[in-house]
């Protein structure tokens, strides 16, 4: 199979993932709205063409939070990276490291922060989710900081769980569930050997290092409604910027008065995300919802951006639209799970060629000079 984009590397990953897992990755919210115009309003966004530069040396790397980026993309968290690969945040993190960008762990994942920490170079970014045990959360702040961990990325959109229909149909969640995920895993050999016998243990391996036993697996989507906090404010911001010396960026800002918030806070970055479409359907797309937070809060707080990014040229609009940097989620996810750390390296490798090229043919020869001044602007 020859792969030379994203959705190769996604149709890769239908054929070697069980159902359950794919469907979990692939799906969103609902009837699925905003995860198709997170791609589409992206996709629609022109780039005015300028030639005759001399576009000969380029400069994709930025500066943030203190760190130097060869491209500008930080892997977005993923929940569950260890069920896509053998050990996949080892595998994700690795393929990042050797990119010179910033792998995010998040809360969930199957590899617990000391099983991936030493295992790469750079400092990674570590996601935390509001639990209703907040001594969790407090150990889990600590033991980041204890890794090296170097910014860390709240996530706020996330109370509660979306309602993902696909979960229930493809055995993630629902009736029988366990029976239906055994018998996918019979009918998907490799993905049974690799992952499924030599993956183990398949655990929530930062929360059960917490609580000294097993958690969650059999019913995640079960464990995570019981567990997440749904009385999350800002006061619990407070207290946990009490608790972490480094940069803070939240995640999940959609509003241009949230993103002012978040300013008035004193965070030092916001992702400006809808998870991927996976929880409130219908909400605006991030490449609708970044111009008027850029126009908020551009030079104040640093703005990451994700949900939707399929490319390098994705990257350049999403920069374009205001954006300081741009993260991806399901495009790294089905790289790594159609062909682990190779995968991942390979799509980065192309998505920095794409914005190459995308930087050429605007003539943009460093980062800072992609602005709004790029964007085709109705007539
Ligand atoms: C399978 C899956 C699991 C996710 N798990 C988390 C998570 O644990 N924490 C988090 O903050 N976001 C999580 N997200 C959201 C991503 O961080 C990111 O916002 C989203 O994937 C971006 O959209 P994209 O997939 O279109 O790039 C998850 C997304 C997917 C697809």
Redesign the pocket.
């Given at each position: 199979m020859i792969i030379s984009s994203t959705s190769d590397y996604r149709a890769a990953a239908q054929k070697r993932l069980p159902p359950f897992l794919f469907h979990?990755?692939d799906g969103g919210a609902y009837a699925e709205q905003t995860?198709r115009r997170?791609?589409e309003d992206l996709a629609a966004v022109a780039l005015r063409q300028r030639v005759l530069k001399d576009m000969s040396q380029l400069d994709t790397s930025i500066e943030l939070f203190g760190e130097r980026l060869s491209i500008p993309v930080a892997l977005?968290?993923?929940?569950?990276t260890g069920m896509y690969a053998r050990r996949g945040e080892v595998q994700a993190a690795r393929a990042a490291d050797a990119h010179g960008i910033p792998f995010?762990m998040?809360?969930?994942s199957v590899c617990p922060i000391e099983e991936v920490a030493p295992r790469i170079k750079r400092p990674m970014w570590f996601?935390l989710?509001v639990l209703k045990d907040r001594g969790f959360m407090q150990n889990a702040l600590e033991r980041a900081q204890a890794a090296g961990c170097s910014t860390l990325?709240f996530?706020v959109d996330?109370p509660v769980p979306g309602a993902r229909y696909r979960d229930a149909h493809s055995g993630m969640s629902g009736p029988n569930a366990a029976l239906r995920r055994y018998g996918q895993a019979v009918t998907h050999p490799r993905w049974a050997m690799d992952v499924g016998l030599l993956g183990r243990p398949h655990d929530l391996g930062n929360i059960s290092a917490y609580r000294g036993s097993p958690t969650g697996l059999q019913d995640y989507i079960g464990w995570l409604g019981a567990n997440f906090d749904p009385s999350i404010s800002w006061k619990d911001l407070e207290w946990i910027r009490a608790f972490w010396k480094g940069p803070m960026v939240i995640?999940?800002i959609l509003d241009p008065e949230d993103a002012r918030d978040a300013v008035r806070f004193g965070a030092d970055g916001i992702?400006v995300?809808n998870?991927?479409?996976?929880q409130l359907d219908g909400v605006l797309s991030s490449a609708r919802a970044l111009p008027a937070i850029a126009d908020a809060v551009k030079g104040q707080i640093k703005i990451l951006a994700?949900?939707?990014?399929?490319n390098g040229l994705d990257v350049v609009r999403a920069i374009a639209l205001g954006a300081d940097c741009a993260?991806?989620?399901?495009?790294f996810?089905y790289a790594l799970a159609a062909a682990g750390e190779a995968g991942v390296k390979h799509l980065l490798e192309l998505l920095e060629k794409e914005m190459r090229v995308a930087m050429t043919l605007t003539s943009v020869a460093k980062v800072s000079d992609i602005t709004g001044d790029l964007l085709v602007r109705p007539s």
């Open positions: 979990y990755i995860l997170n791609v977005s968290p993923v929940g569950l995010t998040s809360t969930v996601q989710y990325v996530t996330m995640k999940g992702i995300s998870h991927g479409g996976r994700d949900s939707g990014i399929r993260m991806i989620g399901r495009a996810i």
